[in-house]
């Protein structure tokens, strides 16, 4: 049995309607192959913290300083977490609270913006976040962004072209950063052209932090005055937030998050976030880390020996984003395709044209066990599903090959 079907069976009992729909997705998870570069599968303790009674807890504020009585287990819960992920980065501050990657980075920015401010990222166009300026998102409504993009040829970021956009533009901050960038950000050119401007650095490491936790790519602690990250990708962790800092910007940012843009923190979420610090910092982790690495660049050597023209030649990390185009069909085309044979993934911008291309990662297949002889057999299932492949025969391929790397045990 599945370590997870216990309290599900328990949930059966009351609400079967629902416990059908827990079920169908934990089938789903199971019996495809999840390759969404932002999702991962979390340990069975991670989950059980989620499931937890601090789900049940108010705790506005910070621990020492609540608003509500009864606190000291939350208390207990964030300082935990406060002092692992400390540890983890080797940042002077943590914040755990923020509910996303999307809350932390509107934090960072009310931390150190004013609306109407300027700011340098990553165009969407090229990889940037919806919260690197979008103009459907608040931060392309309230702040005025400009774009840097990646070079069409190679794919990699033009940082001439950085330093040229900070000068012409003088932003109050420089967000690093990107929802699909397979190569591993200079850290310390960003840091200088910041500094050449007098701009704030934000290093919105949403993507990277697991991949930083196990010594497996460079870390922006040390270069960016504020480090904004998801803890539920590569890291493993459950849904949510955090902010590293130096000691200067630790009380601006925690009023940031709390009062400024949220209510009561997730203590159930903060607790998860604090057992999956606690994984990351063993040696399992970093041998993890590093394998989704080899995957990635395994991945994305049979991808190219398969016809897909791979962005920027290959991978630093869990993150491939390839054109289809050479296969004979677009990034949508091949999304649905590879979806129909249960290979699930996204599609992308590409660096040059309006075509788009396809984005997957890594870090969940890894965590499955998966190595790179399986990295070579996903790519021959990628080829067959785009060149004509039987589809009910390629989808039970797929179940063959996921059926031995179960994510949460038989
Ligand atoms: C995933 C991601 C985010 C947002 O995370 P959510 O938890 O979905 O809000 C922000 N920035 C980058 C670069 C990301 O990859």
Redo the contacts with the bound molecule.
Sequence with gaps: MSVITQPLDLLRQQDPQMADVLDGERQRQATGLQLIA?ENFTSAAVLTALGSELANKYAEGYPGARHHGGCEYADLAEQIAVERARALFGAEHANVQPH????A?LAAYAALLRPGDTVLAMALTSGG?L?HGSPANFSGRWFDFVGYGVDAATGLIDYARVQRLAHEHRPKAIVC???SYPRHPEYSVFREIADEVGAFLIA?A??PIGLVAGGAAPSPVPYADIVVA?TH?VLRGP?G?MILCGSEFAERIDRAVFPFTQGGPQMHSIAAKAVAFGEAAGPAFTSYAHRVVANGRALADALAAGGFAITTGGTDTHLITADPAPLGVDGAGARGRLAAAGIVLDTCALPYGDQRGIRLGTAAVTTQGMGEAEMGRIAELFTAALTGGEPTKIRSDVNELVVSFPPYGV
């Design positions: 932002a996303s990657g999307s809350a980075v976040h919260t950063g990107s929802i919105d949403s993507h998801t990708k849904r937030g």
